[in-house]
């Protein structure tokens, strides 16, 4: 009850006992048991600083559409960074004649990018329509679709850095940020919230970034199963693969051709699609997607990750690794 008051005198709208799978697409979590959704970047700096004070321990969601929530909840504070964004909180600035840069919040939902962009003719986050989530938690995990992910985009991220017990207030360039596929600097270390960040886009015609846009909602709405999920499970394989089970089935080197393995390939060959435990189900559809049929625990979902991966290993000897958060 004490650190509840402590940290109700600090922040008042803090609440106890809040269910987390209503913060998650896969509708799966248990309780936290201190929750915020944190109105702005100063609330945030303020939460994590009492937090801090108070020697508990503390996490930051965004869109909750890439983190498979515990069901056993969480023993600190867990604060929501993610709120919605009004058309005047949009401003392109003007680099030169090509070029603008747009301030975007760490808590903007996703989709608010991509059309205001569209919004306002300017091009570069049409792949991103139809993804889940906030500006912040894409950067963490350097989101992407059909060959583009945000990083490409990122000019400068405003971080808080939590060290030593203190928080600091910096800016990463792209080069800090250490973007790869699905990785960043952020998603290796949880200390470094993303609050703003400066996004690149170029002057275009509205009606081709519609069209674009049209066209990969297309792509995604044939290729994506409904339901409860938080998308792909694991990241695509980029390394070796021994000669032997490149012979036995070709399609890899077209993969590698390509750039990468298909996780959801993989997985298909080992015969895993529609395979359920308890509530969860891999998906017939696509087999990278998890979906929650309704009841299913955290448990059931790392039983059919362990499952996959185990299955992947022995037929392909390829270690699949996980692309969501664990919390
Ligand atoms: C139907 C569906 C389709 C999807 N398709 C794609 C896709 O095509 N491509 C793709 O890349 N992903 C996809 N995803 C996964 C997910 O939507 C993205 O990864 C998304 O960018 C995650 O954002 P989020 O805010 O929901 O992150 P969350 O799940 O809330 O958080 C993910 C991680 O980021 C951290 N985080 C959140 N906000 C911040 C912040 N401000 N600062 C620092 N860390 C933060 C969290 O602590 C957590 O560790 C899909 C998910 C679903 C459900």
Redesign the pocket.
């Known amino acids: 009850m004490k650190i509840l008051e402590e940290l109700r005198k600090c922040i008042p709208e803090v609440k106890e006992n809040i269910e987390l799978k209503d913060?998650?697409?896969?509708k799966i979590g248990g309780k936290a048991k201190y929750f915020l959704i944190s109105k702005n970047k100063k609330e945030?700096k303020s939460a994590i600083k009492k937090a801090i004070e108070l020697g508990i321990n503390w996490?930051?969601?965004?869109?909750?559409?890439?983190?498979l929530i515990n069901s056993n909840g969480f023993d600190g504070l867990v604060i929501?960074?993610?709120n919605s964004a009004v058309k005047d909180d949009f401003v392109p600035i003007k680099l030169d004649e090509e070029n603008y840069y747009v301030e975007t919040r760490?808590?903007w939902?996703?989709f608010f990018l991509v059309n205001e962009s569209a919004e306002n003719n300017l091009s570069g986050m049409e792949?991103?329509v139809?993804?889940?989530?906030?500006?912040?938690?894409?950067?963490?995990?350097?989101?992407?679709?059909?060959n583009q992910?945000?990083g490409d985009s990122i000019e400068e991220v405003e971080?808080?850095e939590i060290k030593n017990d203190f928080v600091f207030e910096k800016y990463f360039t792209k080069n800090d940020c250490d973007f790869s596929y699905?990785n960043s600097i952020?998603?290796k270390n949880?200390n470094?919230?993303?609050?703003s960040a400066k996004i690149k886009l170029e002057k275009s015609d509205t009606k081709k970034i519609k069209e674009k846009i049209k066209e990969n909602i297309e792509r995604?709405s044939s290729k994506?199963?409904k339901g409860?999920?938080?998308?792909?499970i694991f990241k695509n394989y980029i390394g070796v693969v021994d000669k032997e089970i490149i012979n036995q089935y070709p399609e890899i080197k077209t993969f590698q051709e390509k750039g990468s393995i298909s996780a959801g390939y993989l997985i298909e060959e080992c015969g895993l699609r529609g395979v359920s435990v308890g509530g969860a189900t891999i998906s017939s559809e696509h087999a990278n997607?998890i979906i929650n049929n309704g009841n299913a625990s955290s448990d059931d979902v790392w039983a059919l990750i362990d499952l996959i991966k185990k299955q992947v290993k022995n037929k392909f000897k390829i270690n699949l690794e996980e692309?969501?958060?664990i919390?």
């Open positions: 913060y998650s697409t896969f945030l996490k930051i969601l965004g869109g909750g559409s890439n983190t929501v960074f993610k760490g808590d939902p996703l792949w991103a139809g993804i889940p989530g906030t500006v912040g938690g894409a950067i963490n995990g350097n989101a992407g679709a059909f992910s945000i971080v808080l699905r952020f998603k949880n470094l919230i993303i609050l995604r994506q199963p409860f999920s938080v998308g792909s997607f692309e969501i958060i919390f």
